[in-house]
Structure formats: structure tokens, C-alpha cells
């Protein structure tokens, strides 16, 4: 490994007072020194090799503090096609990948794609009543099952051989809660299947990945992620109750993957991961009680590469499918949600989420609970406050998504060190959709960004791909704008925060959450030299421009992971 020097550079630290220095010196996997080009000269040996900025901005690697990484790779080639916009414009370009990949497919294997939109396919454009059928794909693909995602996730487009090995017909009834699109004139499915339950009747015969695709998936992703600055992240869920669903890619193999990686030193993304117990990730308070004593391991057990970040408990579901546990009922007159842990009443199921937080806490396991509802995040802390009061071991306890959370605990949050999770880029993504959902009051408050900081809490900004694309210069212009995608409508400017503040949350902040903050995060002398150098300056761009910034080179641990050839 040769010792890196970067000089002419504006080297954006991340350290306590946010300073800016010229150069940065590399000495094996750590930070050398940072100051001026003068200041690292001295820590400079004759094999050091000196990289010129020409006044380039440099950042600490970016963590990604909520991703589920496996289940990205897995919905990105090599693994799936991409059938989303721009990589095709047209059901024809569709029709085509398709058939390029039956090709050299094996018969009776499933083509999986991901990422149509029929607002981008030029038929549907041309003529409104146009729709993907089944019948686009099966003359490409007589032999070969095909199941293409919409990128809403909330629809598949299949082919006809797709549904004979799901043993869909005519005659399948149409489950509640979903669509299956028919013809209207002869009442036959037309290989469209919109919402959970009717794309669940396709999803169920759809094989696991095995192993080594898993394992090509992820390495992949490892790429991917390093193209974009990325040296850390935090699994959201990975384990036994991940085995049977979503492929597999939330599985406990992956964490035995990940670990292959490690051994042939070919890990360049540092991981951490929830582990996910239950049946279908639908983990109860027995659950705990089975795997968690025999697990003989804690939060923290690994390196700094690859450890255990803590486990995770599914506490309520999302505002898109009304199934967040919110204090008023939702606009639409369909109730409030619930916990979705087991229990009869709001009031058991509430104790049994307090008991599930106490249990692993006990064991040494820092606990990342899904919350969105306010309500849900409610119960989830007053658990923190029960587990840490019972027992104090500062575990920095963590909600994923804090997005409807009270300022009353806000303030708990921010008093008692319990970390708050935060995804800007789910805001400006769903902004307008949130409009509806919840009502433009409750939209305007999602996330509320300033008051958190002002209350002195811990944010770690994450994507939760392959929800969104996982771009953190879109999640930054989010958290500084608070405009929504589609429209540039603005809700809640007065949760604005500043660019240096949202580039904290998604470095500093998200090893704050990982207890690493001692040794990465930020560009200081002895830490982990995990880095990356951007085609602009964050600091000083138009904020507009934010999201359409590029990341030129990537360091993780002293190697060069990610170089676009721009600078050497
Ligand atoms: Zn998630």
C-alpha cells in the first residue's frame, strides 16, 4: 500500500469546529496529518504519492446510516435488469433486454427487472390507454418466467409463463386489497398486478437468490456505493427472519457473505448490521427470548470493517400504506394505524414492544426500531427510557424514521442521547404524495430537522434503499431546501438546516450512531482515512445544484476504491 498525500485541496474536516484545510497525508489505513501544504510536508516519506486537488473539495467517507444494501443489489444489474428511465425509453427497448437476456438464460429460469415507469415508455406517452401487457413479453420469452417491478414497487408487469408457474388464471380471484389488471373485454389478466396482495400471488414462486448470486449482488453494490463516496453503512435488517422473503437479501447468508469478503480482503465499504429475527421479519417478544441469549455476541462484535451493529424491531408499518401508528386518524377516515407487534390492544401491543427493547438491551444490543407514527415513536423511546433506566449502558438506542415525532420527544431524544434516524431524500422524493397522505399540517412537519438539532440530538442521515436511489447530495439539498421533486413545492422552511449541518448527518453523526465516532467520520489525524473528493464545492454551489454533484475519487482505509480518472 503506498502512503497517499493530497495537496491544493479544500479539505472539508468535519471535525468539532467544521475547519477547512488544504492537505491531508495518509499513513497505511489512517489519517497522517491535516493542515496546509507546508504543515504535512514532514509526514510525507519519499514513497508518499502526492495527489494535486487543484482546489478540489474533499469530504469524510459518507455513511449511509439506514440502507438495505444486499436487497439494492439485488435490484440493480448484474442481477436485475434495469427497465427503468433513462436505460429504457420504450416497451420496444423492454421487449429487447428482455430478449437479449432470455438468450442465455437457462429454461424455466426467472428474468427479474426493475424500474419501469409507464410515464417514460413512448407507447403509453403516445397513447394514454396503452399499458404494459403480458403478451409484449411472451413471444421474446415463451421459456422463461419474467417479472419486471414498477419502480413504486407497487406493481409487477409478468409474462405469461410467469403466471402459469403461479397458477394464475382467469378464474384467480382478485385478492383483497389488490388488483389484478384484467382485459375488459374477456376478463384475462393482462400480466399487470398492483399492491402487496396480488403481487404477492406471483412473488411466492419466485426462487431465492443462491448464494454466489447474492454474492455478486452485493459485490456490485460494493462498487456502486464506492462510486458515490460511500465507505459506511448500516444494514437495516440482515438475519434469520430475513431467509424467506425479498429473495433472500435480507438474509443471514448475506452477513456470511459479507464476511467471505472480508477474509479475501475484498470488503472496500465498511458494515454494520441490525440483525432481523422472526418469521418474515415479523419478530415478537418470544423470538428474543429464542435467539438472542444463545447468540453470545453484543453490539460492537466484529472489526471495523464488518460488525454487529445491533438488532431491529419493526414497530409500525409506513404512512403509504396508512399502517403508521399516528396520533390522529389519517385524512382519508381509515383509522390511525397501529403497532404491528402482536397484542390484542394499543396497550399491549405497546408493552410488548417496551418488553422486546428492554430484553435485548439487556444483552448488550444497541435496538433500531422502525417508528414513523408518532404514536409508535412514542412507545418506542419510552422503551429506551426503560431499558437505559433499568439498566444504563448508553447503547445510543435509535428510531429509523423519526419522521412524525413530537417535540415533547424530541426534547426525551435529545436529553437522554437516544439517536434520531432521518431520511431527507424520502421527503423530497414523497413530499407531494405526503400532501395527501397525511394532510399539508402533518407534511409540513415530516422530519423536522431544525428543531431536532436545536434540541441537541444526534441525526444519522440514510437513503433506506433501494426505496430511493441512494443519492446523499440529493438527501443534503432535501434537508437544506425542503422542496419536494416533482414540484419544488416547499413545505416547512423553517426546518431548513444548513449544508454543513446535513453534511454532518450523513458522516459524523452516523459514526456517532455506530459508537465509531473515536475513530472515523471525520478528516482528523489518527482516524480511519475513509474519504472522498467531489466535482464541486458543497459548500458554495447554487443549492439547487446540490444533487447533481459527482464524486471523483473514493479512499476507504487508505486504498483507492473509486478513481473516475479525473485527477491523477
Ligand atoms: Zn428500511
Not at 133 to 159: C, F, I, K
Not at 265 to 286: I, N
Not at 385 to 413: C, M, N, T, W
Not at 543 to 564: R, S
Amino acid at each position: 500500500m503506498t502512503d497517499l498525500a493530497f495537496i491544493n485541496g479544500k479539505i472539508v474536516t468535519v471535525d468539532k469546529k467544521f475547519s477547512i484545510a488544504q492537505a491531508v497525508v495518509i499513513k497505511g489505513d489512517k489519517i497522517g496529518a491535516v493542515g496546509t501544504n507546508e504543515d504535512i510536508k514532514p509526514y510525507a516519506g519519499t514513497g508518499t504519492e502526492v495527489i494535486d486537488l487543484k482546489g478540489r473539495t474533499m469530504l469524510p467517507g459518507i455513511n449511509d446510516a439506514h440502507i438495505h444494501a444486499a436487497l439494492y443489489g439485488g435490484t440493480r444489474p448484474p442481477l436485475t435488469l434495469d427497465v427503468g428511465y433513462p436505460a429504457v425509453k420504450s416497451i420496444g427497448d423492454i421487449v429487447k433486454a428482455v430478449e437479449e437476456k432470455a438468450k442465455t438464460a437457462k429454461p424455466g429460469e426467472w428474468i427479474r427487472g426493475m424500474g419501469w415507469d409507464e410515464g417514460y415508455l413512448e407507447e403509453c406517452v403516445k397513447d394514454p390507454a396503452r399499458y404494459p401487457t403480458r403478451h409484449d413479453l411472451d413471444a421474446v420469452s415463451p421459456d422463461n418466467p419474467v417479472m419486471l417491478g414498477h419502480y413504486t414497487q407497487h406493481e409487477v408487469w409478468v409474462n405469461s409463463r410467469a403466471m402459469e408457474a403461479a397458477g394464475i388464471t382467469r378464474d384467480t380471484p382478485t385478492p383483497e386489497g389488490g388488483v389484478i389488471v384484467r382485459d375488459p373485454a374477456t376478463g384475462e389478466p393482462t400480466g399487470v398486478f398492483s399492491e402487496f396482495p396480488a403481487q404477492a400471488l406471483v412473488m411466492k414462486v419466485v426462487p431465492s437468490w443462491n448464494k454466489e448470486e447474492k454474492r455478486q449482488g452485493i459485490e456490485a453494490m460494493i462498487r456502486e456505493m464506492n462510486s458515490l463516496g460511500i465507505t459506511s453503512i448500516t444494514e437495516g435488517a440482515l438475519g434469520s427472519g430475513g431467509d424467506e422473503f425479498q429473495g433472500g437479501l435480507f438474509g443471514s447468508e448475506c452477513i456470511g457473505i459479507y464476511s467471505d469478503l472480508l477474509n479475501e480482503g475484498k470488503l472496500t465499504l465498511r458494515v454494520g448490521w441490525l440483525y432481523l429475527f422472526g418469521e418474515y421479519g415479523a419478530c415478537t417478544f418470544e423470538d428474543f427470548r429464542e435467539i438472542i441469549p444463545q447468540l453470545g455476541i453484543r453490539t460492537g462484535f466484529g472489526n471495523e470493517w464488518l460488525r454487529v451493529a445491533g438488532v431491529k424491531i419493526f414497530a409500525d408499518g409506513t404512512p403509504m400504506t396508512k399502517t403508521a401508528w399516528m396520533h390522529d386518524d389519517y385524512p382519508d377516515g381509515s383509522g390511525r394505524g397501529s403497532l404491528v407487534i402482536p397484542g390484542n390492544s394499543d396497550e399491549e401491543r405497546r408493552n410488548e414492544l417496551i418488553k422486546m427493547i428492554c430484553f435485548a438491551h439487556k444483552y448488550g444490543f444497541q435496538v433500531g426500531v422502525h417508528a414513523i407514527g408518532g404514536l409508535a415513536i412514542e412507545a418506542t423511546i419510552d422503551g429506551f427510557l426503560r431499558a437505559e433506566k433499568e439498566d444504563p449502558q448508553g447503547l445510543r438506542h435509535y428510531v429509523l424514521h423519526s419522521d412524525f415525532i413530537s417535540d415533547k420527544y424530541i426534547k426525551i431524544a435529545g436529553k437522554h442521547g437516544f439517536g434520531l434516524g432521518v431520511q431527507p431524500i424520502l421527503k423530497w422524493t414523497f413530499s407531494d404524495s405526503m400532501d395527501k397522505l397525511v394532510g399539508i399540517e402533518l407534511s409540513t412537519r415530516q422530519f423536522p430537522l431544525r428543531r431536532m438539532l436545536d434540541a441537541g440530538v444526534h441525526l444519522a442521515a440514510g437513503s433506506d434503499a433501494p426505496v430511493v436511489y441512494p443519492s446523499w447530495q440529493a438527501g443534503i439539498q432535501a434537508a437544506v431546501l425542503r422542496e419536494s421533486k416533482a414540484t419544488g413545492t416547499v413545505r416547512g422552511p423553517d426546518q431548513r438546516i444548513t449544508v454543513a449541518e446535513a453534511i454532518r448527518m450523513y458522516t459524523i453523526e452516523g459514526a456517532w450512531q455506530d459508537h465509531a465516532e473515536q475513530y472515523k467520520g471525520s478528516i482528523e489525524p489518527g482516524k480511519l482515512a475513509d474519504l472522498c473528493i467531489l466535482d464541486r464545492d458543497i459548500l458554495n454551489v447554487e443549492p439547487h445544484e446540490i444533487k447533481d454533484i459527482k464524486t471523483v475519487m473514493t479512499v476507504a482505509g487508505g486504498n483507492i476504491v473509486y478513481d473516475a480518472g479525473e485527477i491523477k
